[in-house]
């Protein structure tokens, strides 16, 4: 059986390179890909998810978190559903369709199913290219 201190999974910039060095780390156990997200301030996917190509400009991907430190809300665009908030200490699920929003500095454990994470991963990959592109123009 695999396991891991969540520091010492592989970076994943290893797969994805435009993701930060050691602000993802993920390996794929399985089915599923077990993460750890660090994310030093406030962050809203909104654009990344519209510039990636995301279908719909949401994440097709469920998360299934927990978050040690930090608060982050999931907004569900063009649906009734309420935006949902995790804090330190809580476990969460967010289905697919949502937009993640990284209220605050965080640490979050992440459990995904690995063929989506691999999708939703190789989308930012491409919108984090394409942001760093216009920015050099």
């Known amino acids: 059986m695999p396991h891991s ?6 970076d994943g910039n290893t797969r994805w390179p435009a993701v930060p060095p050691g602000s993802f780390r993920s390996a794929k156990w399985g089915d599923m890909e077990v993460g750890y997200t660090t994310v030093p301030g406030p962050l809203d996917c909104t654009e990344q998810y519209k510039t990636g190509g995301y279908p719909g400009g949401v994440c097709q991907c469920p998360h299934y978190f927990y978050i040690f430190e930090g608060r982050v809300r999931a907004r569900y665009p063009n649906t009734d559903w309420p935006d949902e908030i995790a804090e330190a200490g809580e476990a969460c699920f967010f289905p697919a369709g949502h937009v993640l929003i990284y209220e605050t500095a965080s640490k979050v454990m992440e459990l995904n199913p690995a063929a989506a994470l691999q999708t939703c991963m190789d989308l930012t990959q491409q ?3 394409r942001m760093m592109a216009g920015a050099k123009t």
């Open 127 to 129: 919108a984090i290219e």
């Open 5 to 10: 201190r969540l520091e010492d999974l592989p």
